[in-house]
Nanobody
Framework: QVQLVESGGGLVQPGGSLRLSCAAS????????MGWYRQAPGKQRELVAT??????NYAASVKGRFTISSDNAKNTVYLQMNSLKPEDTAVYYC?????????????WGQGTQVTVSS
């Protein structure tokens, strides 16, 4: 079993920045990929950014403003969000694909609220 703990959400003005963190903990696992998704009210959950090894992938709407990075030693993924817009308001979820005992599992964090408003 792997637990994902997210932090860093909050209220920020348009044009501001926030940094989200997601730490994975547990035993006997290795991380294949980690990423961030978001869900705004009334909308489906959507991909924001993912990190698989040296490969990163961004949604077109955040490219150039958001940066995903990882600290493999800490099993932690970060999302640096700059030039935030009101349309970035959503609950942000961390997702991890992990390998354990020959199987692959997918875990989600509990979500952290990001609100961009003046």
């Amino acid at each position: 079993q792997v637990q994902l703990v997210e932090s860093g959400g909050g209220l920020v003005q348009p044009g501001g920045s926030l940094r989200l963190s997601c730490a994975a903990s547990g035993s006997d696992f290795s991380i294949n990929a980690m990423g961030w998704y978001r869900q705004a009210p009334g909308k489906q959950r959507e991909l924001v950014a993912t990190n698989r090894g040296v490969t990163t992938n961004y949604a077109a709407s955040v490219k150039g403003r958001f940066t995903i990075s990882s600290d493999n030693a800490k099993n932690t993924v970060y999302l640096q969000m700059n030039s935030l817009k009101p349309e970035d308001t959503a609950v942000y979820y961390c997702k991890a694909e992990v390998a354990s005992n020959g199987y692959v599992y997918v875990y989600w964090g509990q979500g952290t609220q990001v609100t961009v408003s003046s």
